[in-house]
């Protein structure tokens, strides 16, 4: 079949070479002059930084991405995080099996019935997550640690998400447990896959934004762009529920989809990017900051692949939500604060290369966990993938691999 995709992100690619691998005829649409969208790397004074991404896959090679990539045969290598992480706490790092240890005897079993909830799958509750915890247990600390949790893996707050969602995204990362660092970060994958595209006979038109999905008769049938018009038997959309209806026509489709997608939050953080004379975590995992005023956690890629920094030289980064009351200077002078307080050495070792805002259209998630849509479009021949229909209990680049799969196995049936 002639598929046609609109965006040369994680979820156009993933897409498309799945699509070239079973035998399809596909060309991907993309706005910008590059590929990756917000999962690729770009150079700032020989440092590997990112268009969007922290360079980090939540379950490494065992989650949807990994096994997506290895049955791809892309040759992508994901280097395990040993440790997962750390949670800083009263200038002392902790691991995640050591925390229990910081709480009174009552406060310590009651975690450990909440641990066990999250790991085993509790039962369904339509609470938030802050909720659901607050019910189980009254302490301070214990909160700050689930919302630096939540900041950092979904850029939210645990009031932002319900408990259902948070129970089945705890459940996976306690099966398939991760992260891991791709080797050359996120254009690592992503250069990986555009390589299959090629090497399958697939195109990739560069520059090319797509200003109308043609819809005949209920079934989109083509793709019109600056260089003229393309016929499909399929559209595969990258670009989220959102503004895909905009370029069908919100008249094809059912109106419950189009008040529902109306409704759904992005995400929104901000990234920095600092170069370091010195390793200051010293490991590849995730570094929480529960008490950090803004700081959610922060990882250096370069202690999993030392080619994202200059010889000698380390890669750090910070995530931090954003639409916490105040304005994104605001945040990011937080933020500053934060790291000078997280490492008194800071300004000795450390230089900010970059300081990202992720918003409006180029978010941290097109769609905050447990709010995505379908997949289906109701629209025949019409499908979304990416971050914006991420399947339930799925985060980040978990969740485009594992929408992608839905795709694929529809179109092939
Ligand atoms: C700060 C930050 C940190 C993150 N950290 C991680 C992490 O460490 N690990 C992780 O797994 N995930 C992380 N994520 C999330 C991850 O980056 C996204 O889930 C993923 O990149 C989304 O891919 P996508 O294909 O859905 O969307 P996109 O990357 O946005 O791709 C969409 C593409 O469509 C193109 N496009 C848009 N409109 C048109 C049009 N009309 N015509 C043609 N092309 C068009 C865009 O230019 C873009 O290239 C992070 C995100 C951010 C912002």
């Not at 150079?43 to 791809?72: N, V, W, Y």
């Not at 509750?125 to 950092?152: H, P, Y």
């Not at 094809?252 to 990017?273: A, R, T």
Request: with cysteine.
């Amino acid at each position: 079949m002639r598929i046609g995709i609109i965006g040369a992100g994680l979820g156009g690619l993933l897409a498309g070479a799945s699509l070239i691998k079973l035998g399809h005829d596909v060309t991907i649409f993309e706005k910008l002059s590059y590929f990756g969208g917000r999962f690729t790397n770009f150079d700032k004074k020989g440092f590997g930084l990112s268009t969007g991404a922290l360079h980090m896959i939540p379950h490494a090679e065992k989650g949807p991405l990994g096994t997506m990539l290895k049955e791809l045969d892309t040759g992508v290598e994901i280097v395990y995080c040993k440790p997962e992480g750390y949670y800083r706490i009263d200038g002392k790092d902790y691991l995640q099996s050591e925390l229990p240890g910081l709480f009174s005897i009552k406060d310590k079993a009651k975690i450990l019935a909440i641990v066990a909830s999250l790991k085993f799958g509790a039962a369904p509750d339509d609470a938030t997550f802050r909720e659901w915890l607050q019910k189980r247990i009254d302490n301070e600390l214990v909160m700050q640690i689930t919302d630096s949790f939540c900041g950092w893996g979904l850029s939210i707050n645990a009031d932002e998400i319900s408990a259902r969602e948070m129970i089945a995204i705890t459940t996976n990362v306690n099966k398939l447990r991760g992260p891991g660092v791709p080797v050359g970060g996120c254009m690592g994958v992503t250069s990986a896959l555009v390589r299959k595209i090629e090497e399958g006979g697939g195109k990739i038109h560069y520059k090319t934004p797509i200003t109308k999905i043609k819809i005949e008769h209920g079934k989109a049938t083509g793709l019109k762009t600056n260089e003229g018009n393309f016929d499909f038997d399929i559209v595969v959309s990258d670009i989220g529920p959102k503004e895909t209806i905009k370029l069908a026509g919100p008249e094809n489709f059912d109106q419950s989809l189009v008040s529902g997608i109306d409704k759904i939050n992005e995400s929104c953080g901000i990234k920095m990017s600092i170069a370091c004379k010195k390793p200051m975590l010293g490991h590849p995992g995730i570094l929480f900051t529960p008490q950090a005023k803004r700081i959610d956690g922060i990882n250096e890629v370069t202690n999993a692949d030392p080619f994202l920094a200059p010889e000698g030289m380390h890669l750090m980064m910070t995530h931090q939500r954003l639409n916490m009351g105040m304005g994104a200077k605001e945040e990011i002078e937080l933020g500053l604060t934060d790291l000078r307080e997280l490492f008194p050495d800071f300004d000795e070792h450390c230089e900010v290369l970059l300081v990202q805002t992720f918003k409006k259209g180029w978010p941290v998630n097109r769609s905050r966990s447990g709010e995505s849509v379908s997949h289906q479009s109701g629209v025949d021949g019409l499908y979304f993938v990416g971050d914006g229909v991420k399947p339930s209990g799925w985060i980040e680049t978990e969740g485009v691999a594992a929408g992608v799969k839905l795709v694929i196995d529809e179109i092939e049936k």
